[in-house]
């Protein structure tokens, strides 16, 4: 029995990764729609129906062109950080407790919280091991960016963890059955979404890839396959940044079809503040994390620790009467 559950479980697994990696292929269509028409164009539409055969047209592209390496680079690391990255990217998907034999563990967030936080040292690697002063600062900025948000970041969660009193996805979901988390907790809700920009290295916190100043930031060196993977990576953690924003506050279900509506809502979010918003400059963007976030998560996450106490002591004055 032991052996097929372990099978079940492997093979729920694949399909789960390989639907994420159709997901990534759309999720680049929809933003260069969305981007068209944002600009009054029309965005790709000549392979297959409204271009929707253009993903798949550029992973060929992408993965058939010559590879090119850096005479300088140290080429080990240099070959290894693009696939840590993607790797890191997809075991993070492993959170989502699907209704089959998946792996639905009670520590779901404190495993997304470690790994996402190793996702900081592919890109910091790929940066150093190119051998480029560009590579090199990008990454800098990266890590220094990601590591500043996690911190406000993981200080939201706990409020969140705090009300909910569990690191399961699954008592979220039972949480939000009869009112969202986003009506109690709108500031807070507003301050993640944010942060998860930020976190995911994308506009208008796109400080890694500045093109106007850093060419390309840290995948300045990486062509065809390498730098196909880093760009699966990045869209890969933006879908799951918006899985994880519909779980923690929008009430999401997954079984039933509005969730996966909801996190197409979130996806879509991140591709209109990269349509509509200028990059931040980068002084700020530090100050907003360490002289703004930072209080105020730390505020509220005394004041919902303080209501979660208030609830055992109601509790025990209950039982003792």
């Keep these: 029995m032991m052996l097929k559950d372990s099978v079940l479980m492997a093979v729920s697994e694949f399909i789960l990764l390989v639907c994420v990696l159709v997901s990534v292929a759309f999720l680049t269509l929809m933003e260069r729609k969305v981007l068209g028409y944002v600009h ?13 055969l253009q993903p798949f047209s550029d992973a060929i592209k992408l993965f058939t062109k010559e590879q090119t390496y850096p005479a300088v680079s140290n080429l080990g690391l240099y070959m290894v950080a693009p696939m840590v990255n993607l790797f890191l990217a997809l075991l993070l ?4 407790p699907f209704m089959t034999v998946s792996l639905s563990f009670n520590l779901s967030f404190l495993f997304f919280l470690s790994v996402s936080s190793l996702g900081v040292y592919s890109i910091m690697l790929a940066g150093w091991s190119s051998n480029s002063n560009y590579a090199l600062l990008g ?42 988390f986003f009506f109690l907790l709108i500031p807070l809700s507003i301050m993640w979404l944010v942060s998860s920009l930020a976190e995911t290295n994308r506009s208008p916190f796109d400080f890694a890839e500045g093109e106007s100043e850093l060419v390309s930031g840290f995948n300045v060196e990486y062509s065809s396959g390498g730098f196909a993977m880093i760009f699966m990576a990045e869209y890969s953690n933006i879908l799951l940044m918006s899985m994880v924003s519909s779980v923690l506050f ?27 918003l200028p990059r931040y400059r980068y002084d700020k963007l530090m100050y907003l994390a360490w002289k703004s976030y930072l209080p105020v998560s730390l505020n509220f996450l005394i004041f919902y620790f303080g209501l979660s106490l208030l ?11």
């Design 93 to 96: 998907w492993l959170v989502l």
């Design 311 to 321: 609830k055992v002591l109601l509790l025990v004055e209950g039982m003792a009467g």
């Design 40 to 52: 009054f164009r029309k965005g790709p539409n000549k392979l297959g129906v409204l271009g929707l």
């Design 250 to 276: 929008l009430g999401a279900s997954l079984m039933s079809v509005s969730f996966f509506l909801k996190v197409v809502i979130m996806s879509f979010v991140w591709v209109w503040a990269r349509a509509t």
């Design 139 to 180: 990454s800098l900025r990266s890590v220094a960016q990601t590591i500043s948000y996690e911190v406000s970041m993981v200080l939201i969660l706990l409020s969140f963890l705090f009300l909910v009193e569990s690191y399961c996805i699954e008592d979220f979901m039972k949480f939000q059955e009869n009112v969202w």
